[in-house]
């Protein structure tokens, strides 16, 4: 007869090993995702505003975009007021309308969207938007749109035809105005 040596792996032991398997499982899911692995998510999307969709509820962020905020307004090259938010969000409609997207998931932010690449067909709506000079490429985010950018400055498209303010700067100096004043259909300015 052969004695058992020792009492056993104590159970905090395997708890941990436990927690160690699932945050290697969630870390490769999260990897697999930023690499673009897994499956897109596919079907038809509404525009919010310059730079986010929605689809069944849940919110999308372009990814490596930044769109003029819905009540932000621009300059044109006479010094004319415009609302550029508003067209942003105009020319994302025009894109996405009666389409079907293919949006490859990214990341999620800090307000629970998802930050998505966003393809029509053959079609990268995130650079669309910056070329067509209504978003600008997003350089915290990534460097992914910076020849779209300069594409559609130089040819004065978009917002380029005039003046305009930073959406990333015009949030944080409208921010509190704005967040008392925003609506179910528009809302406050967020990153």
Not at 44 to 55: M, Q, V
Not at 56 to 78: F, K, N, S, T, V
Not at 141 to 167: C, K, L
């Amino acid at each position: 007869m052969r004695r058992r040596r020792g009492r056993g792996r104590p159970p905090w032991r395997s708890a941990a090993d436990a927690a160690i398997f699932l945050a290697a499982l969630l870390l490769a899911g999260l990897a697999a995702r930023q690499a673009g692995w897994l499956q897109p998510e596919t079907g038809r999307y509404e525009a919010i505003d310059g730079d986010s969709l929605r689809k069944a509820g849940q919110e999308y962020r372009l990814h490596g975009i930044d769109a003029p905020e819905l009540h932000q307004e621009c300059e044109r090259g006479d010094g004319r007021p415009y609302p550029c938010g508003r067209l942003a969000r105009e020319e994302l409609r025009r894109l996405v309308s009666g389409r079907t997207l293919d949006c490859a998931v990214r990341d999620q932010d800090r307000y629970g969207r998802l930050v998505a690449t966003c393809r029509a067909g053959g079609e990268n709506i995130n650079s669309e938007m910056v070329r067509r000079g209504w978003a600008i490429a997003y350089r915290r985010h990534g460097m992914d749109y910076n020849r779209d950018e300069a594409a559609a400055r130089d040819a004065r498209r978009g917002i380029w035809q005039g003046t305009f303010t930073n959406p990333e700067t015009w949030r944080a100096e409208n921010r509190n105005r704005l967040t008392r004043g925003a609506t179910a259909d528009e809302p406050a300015p967020e990153d």
